[in-house]
């Protein structure tokens, strides 16, 4: 309570007092690389997958991009074009799995990535605490 009514009192609230002490320390450098240092850890984990994702979808063999192609349209019997068709759609719902399973792969890595990311700075804050005043 005593806290309280000095913070009111004050112009500054003492968490401010705190992180001067703080930046002055010691510890405040060393806190400040090895977070850096997990932070481009995560940064370059999360543009790893994105370049293993972007390098899977671009090297994956589809053998139509997008549209019908021109033999399909040229065959003489409904049979026929209506098979070729089938087959055809279902290349293209296999292209879209393949999609999707790797934007959820490199989804996952990317939250494996954040979360490795956190515990090292959970870790880094918590091996550099003050003692309170």
């Not at 968490?15 to 806190?31: G, I």
Request: net charge positive; with cysteine; aromatic share 10%.
């Amino acid at each position: 309570k005593r806290r309280y009514i000095q913070d009111r009192q004050d112009s500054r609230p003492s968490f401010y007092a705190a992180l001067e002490r703080y930046t002055a320390s010691p510890d405040a450098a060393a806190v400040r690389e090895n977070v850096s240092a997990a932070v481009q850890a995560y940064e370059e984990a999360v543009t790893t997958a994105a370049h293993a994702y972007e390098e899977a979808v671009r090297t994956a063999v589809y053998t139509h991009h997008g549209n019908s192609p021109a033999w399909m349209t040229k065959l003489p019997f409904g049979p026929l074009k209506r098979k070729a068709k089938e087959a055809f759609e279902r290349s293209q719902e296999a292209k879209q799995s393949f999609e999707r399973s790797q934007e959820k792969e490199k989804e996952f890595l990317c939250s494996q990535a954040k979360a490795k990311s956190i515990e090292a700075i959970l870790k880094i804050s918590l091996n550099h605490r003050m003692p309170r005043p």
